[in-house]
T-cell receptor
Framework: AQSVTQLGSHVSVSEGALVLLRCNYS??????LFWYVQYPNQGLQLLLK??????LVKGINGFEAEFKKSETSFHLTKPSAHMSDAAEYFC????????????FGQGTELSVKP | DAGVIQSPRHEVTEMGQEVTLRCKPI?????LFWYRQTMMRGLELLIY????????DSGMPEDRFSAKMPNASFSTLKIQPSEPRDSAVYFC????????????????FGPGTRLTVL
């Protein structure tokens, strides 16, 4: 069965600092991996996704993530945090033949200090 | 495009009452998903439809919950009777079918309905 673990329910960084949000997955077949962001009182929106091909995936707002099969990880990074990055971030996994069903992690709340 | 539309945005009701949440997916999208978000359980998939047909309802908590998709542009999630533990934010999401590989599709989320059951 698929599962996603996000390490750290809360992460706090200073503006301009590196952002690193951790995600590990469990899947019996090659996974498809997603990062979504949720701003307060809004729905989720896609940041980036890995399906096949290049393992380093670039997304919106300067975020990127690297799929590492050997580590079953898909960590999200951004070189320099901005105040507007404060939000909740969700890692998710899906597999073929699941009709598009996503399994989400518990989420990581990112705070950015001035 | 207007995006996924959900109504109402906020609903406050009393225990035992029937609650109906509504969703209009993005035009042309073939898959629709209902999620529930709570502090305790995070984001849970309740049910999803492909081409208006329910595919997996294993996440529906109990028989008090039901969902329908009578056509490609409308879906409802009904709770009857409602209980305080149903209080949560309910999201609807839709996704297109790109080349048949729906598992790689991006899901587009609505703004959610915040349900409070007193």
């Amino acid at each position: 069965a698929q599962s996603v673990t996000q390490l750290g329910s809360h992460v706090s960084v200073s503006e301009g600092a590196l952002v690193l949000l951790r995600c590990n997955y469990s899947s019996s077949v090659p996974p498809y991996l997603f990062w979504y962001v949720q701003y307060p009182n809004q729905g989720l929106q896609l940041l980036l996704k890995y399906t096949t091909g290049a393992t380093l995936v670039k997304g919106i707002n300067g975020f990127e993530a690297e799929f590492k099969k050997s580590e079953t990880s898909f960590h999200l990074t951004k070189p320099s945090a901005h105040m507007s990055d404060a939000a909740e971030y969700f890692c998710a996994v899906s597999e073929d033949n699941q009709g598009g069903k996503l399994i989400f992690g518990q989420g990581t709340e990112l705070s950015v200090k001035p | 495009d207007a995006g996924v539309i959900q109504s109402p945005r906020h609903e406050v009701t009393e225990m035992g009452q029937e609650v109906t949440l509504r969703c209009k997916p993005i035009s042309g999208h073939n898959s629709l998903f209902w999620y529930r978000q709570t502090m305790m359980r995070g984001l849970e998939l309740l049910i999803y439809f492909n081409n208006n047909v329910p595919i997996d309802d294993s996440g529906m908590p109990e028989d008090r919950f039901s969902a329908k998709m009578p056509n490609a542009s409308f879906s409802t999630l009904k709770i009857q009777p409602s209980e305080p533990r149903d209080s949560a934010v309910y999201f609807c999401a839709s996704s297109p079918r790109v080349g048949g590989a729906v598992s790689t599709d991006t899901q587009y989320f609505g703004p959610g309905t915040r349900l409070t059951v007193l």
